[in-house]
């Protein structure tokens, strides 16, 4: 059964600061891995999909990578703004079923 | 492109009522997916359907079940809810039922059950 874990739990840090979450999994047979936001209240925006076959996907200021051998993945954002205060999910779609995975996530807090 | 749609957006109900929830995806998605989200548990996976056919079902119990239309629009039932089944629900669409495809997740509908 596929476990996704995501560290810190929560993550505040001052606006300009680059910053690394980190999302593990259990089972390496995966599709591929995406990464979401969610706002307080509202539904997932898909900030970048990385395929089984792929290393790294980059969106902006984003940078998603994936090592499938040691079941982890970050994402890594540069130069984080106010605007960039979200809950951050990573979530795996799984190699024998179609369904998605989710980590709890880290709610991340830029101060200005 | 319109994005998916989740109507309605919120609904109160009591224990022991039904419910149903509805999906329309991304025109020419033909995969829907359904979560469940709440604070102690997080997201989970409800089930999929792709072509009106379920072909991933999570761990629920029965009375949590779905359908998907010919057009791909997509509704979810409760039956006999119970305070538990205070959920944000979520659903996602995408093109096929493939792993190369994104997810794309709709604003979702709050259920509060009293």
């Known amino acids: 059964k596929q476990e996704v874990t995501q560290i810190p739990a929560a993550l505040s840090v001052p606006e300009g600061e680059n910053l690394v979450l980190n999302c593990s999994f259990t089972d390496s047979a995966i599709y591929n891995l995406q990464w979401f936001r969610q706002d307080p209240g509202k539904g997932l925006t898909s900030l970048l999909l990385i395929q089984s076959s792929q290393r790294e996907q980059t969106s902006g200021r984003l940078n998603a990578s994936l090592d499938k051998s040691s079941g982890r993945s970050t994402l890594y954002i540069a130069a984080s703004q106010p605007g960039d205060s979200a809950t951050y999910l990573c979530?795996?779609?799984?190699?024998?079923?179609?369904?998605?995975?989710f980590g709890k996530g880290t709610l991340l807090t830029v101060n200005p | 492109k319109a994005g998916v749609t989740q109507t309605p957006r919120y609904l109160i109900k009591t224990r022991g009522q039904q419910v149903t929830l509805s999906c329309s995806p991304i025109?020419?998605?033909?995969?829907v997916s359904w979560y469940q989200q709440t604070p102690g548990q997080g997201l989970q996976f409800l089930f999929e359907?792709?072509?009106?056919?379920?072909?991933n079902k999570g761990n629920f119990p029965g009375r949590f079940s779905g359908r998907q239309f010919s057009n791909s629009r997509s509704e979810m039932n409760v039956s006999t809810l119970e305070l538990g089944d205070s959920a944000l629900y979520l659903c996602?669409?995408?093109?096929?039922?493939?792993?190369?495809?994104?997810?794309?997740f709709g604003p979702g509908t709050r259920l509060t059950v009293l």
């Open positions: 025109s020419g998605h033909r995969s």
């Open positions: 359907y792709f072509s009106e056919t379920q072909r």
């Open positions: 979530a795996a779609l799984g190699g024998s079923n179609y369904k998605l995975t």
């Open positions: 996602a669409s995408s093109l096929v039922a493939s792993g190369y495809n994104e997810q794309f």
